[in-house]
């Protein structure tokens, strides 16, 4: 759905669209709260299993990608990844680091090609997955497992008695036999769908939550807030007499909304879109600017087939839409009652982060549920930060430090390569090397 264009585009988007509809997703909030306690829980076990029990590291952005692998699985496909168990599966198996090992240092001949392929017959560019670089071999080791997995998936699904699914992998089995050619997908495009949604829908979310943790880790204030609205949404939830949170709670906590909304803002994960116009048009501001030459413009004349670039960074922390405090993490500018000065873009929150109109990203939801879900999982849970640096180029993580000593009890220390790093400066002269954070964690 991501690569095509026009009326193929289209026709995907309306036969899988119910997948991610607002009501599907509250069916899947059990398995959300679900895989959330369990990293939660294996956060406390690494806690109880170290050495001096006073403190651990742990890989923050590695154990959420996992639990948001087998969130995607579970929710999209009903497929156990046993990513949270590390247990041995094949396709999470070619999944894992694909981004990183692939793309972290591409050859310079490579970064022309990108610049260019828009330009490359595409004929020609059917035969880019066999050029021998290491992103091109992993991306294509991953593709051919994830269609022999998910054609697995499909047989299966078909064979089921049970029909009629409104997830994802359901959705996809029934466009793939009906009769009607504008609800139909062939096996290919079955198949890509599956591909795309796990490499779309898991480590955008993790890398989210990730960034909130690391924002909240420098304010125990803001924490103390979310950690209030838990508590009282749990004490609701009690009198009700029910066992778990349902989303009317989810929507109650006011404050946690808005500190996903602020992250998602402020450390959006797709930095900027690339659109081609379809024909001839004038693009008009909303505003008047000066270009360089010193002349006023109302508006932008495009030609057919210009490439226009989106800059959601730009727009997420545009002054004149956010206030003075733009570049600023604050929540609270979501709860703020004046809303005069904002725009209405995007499909949420008056966001850039999941694009807008028909090309919108459609499983906006599944990155927004689960985070609050996982930001709610553990209210017990004090963050701190202290700074590291480290010239390691292989292992160049962001660490969550857990310790039941006082927040204040910073646990310094860098795992790399088999060897561990202290240092808390940064380096005398020259370039500054890869800045990271370790949370420390208390029980509160």
Known sequence: MVAVKGDVHQRQRKILSPAFSAGQLRTFLPIFRHLASRLSQKWKDELEA?????????????????????????????????????????????????????????PAWDLLFKATWRYIPDPILHYVRHLPTREYSRFKQFLETAFRVGQDLVDQKASSTEKG???????????????????????????????????????????????????????????????????????????????????????S?????????????????????????????????????????????????????????????????????WGEDADS?????????????????????????????????????????PSLTMASADPQTDYTRSCLYTECSRCKLFSRSLSRRSSSSILRGWTSCGSTRQSCHPPSKGRWRWGYSCLCMSRS
């Open 50 to 106: 170290s050495v001096s029990h006073e403190s651990a590291i742990i890989n923050i952005p590695q154990m959420l990608a996992r639990m948001t692998l087998d969130v995607i699985g579970e929710t999209a496909f009903d497929y156990q990844f046993g990513a949270l168990d590390d247990q041995k599966n094949e396709l999470a198996r070619v999944f894992r680091n694909l981004f990183v090992d692939s793309m972290l240092r591409p």
């Open 329 to 369: 993490w604050n929540p609270n500018r979501f709860l703020d009652d004046n809303k005069e000065r904002q725009a209405s873009v995007g499909v949420f929150a008056n966001l850039m982060t999941f694009s807008a109109g028909i090309r919108a990203c459609i499983g906006w939801r599944f990155a927004y549920v």
């Open 253 to 321: 906590m006011l404050f946690m909304n808005a500190v996903i909304k602020e992250t998602l803002r402020l450390h959006p994960i797709v930095p900027m879109l690339f659109r081609e116009a379809a024909s001839e048009d004038v693009i008009p501001l909303s505003q008047p600017i000066e270009t360089v030459s010193g002349k006023i413009i109302n508006q932008v004349p495009v030609s057919k087939g210009q490439v226009i670039n989106i800059s959601i960074c730009t727009y997420n922390r545009l002054q004149s839409v």
């Open 165 to 251: 699914g409104k997830d994802i992998m359901s959705i996809l089995v029934q466009s793939s036999i009906t009769d009607d050619a504008k609800k139909r997908l062939n096996n290919d495009e079955m198949l890509s769908q599956i591909a795309t949604f796990l490499l779309a829908g898991h480590d955008t979310t993790a890398n989210t939550l990730t960034w909130t943790l690391y924002e909240l880790s420098k304010r125990p204030e803001d924490q103390k807030k979310i950690r209030d609205e838990i508590v009282a949404a749990r004490k609701e939830m009690e009198a009700r007499g029910d066992e778990d949170f349902v989303p009317s709670d989810f929507d």
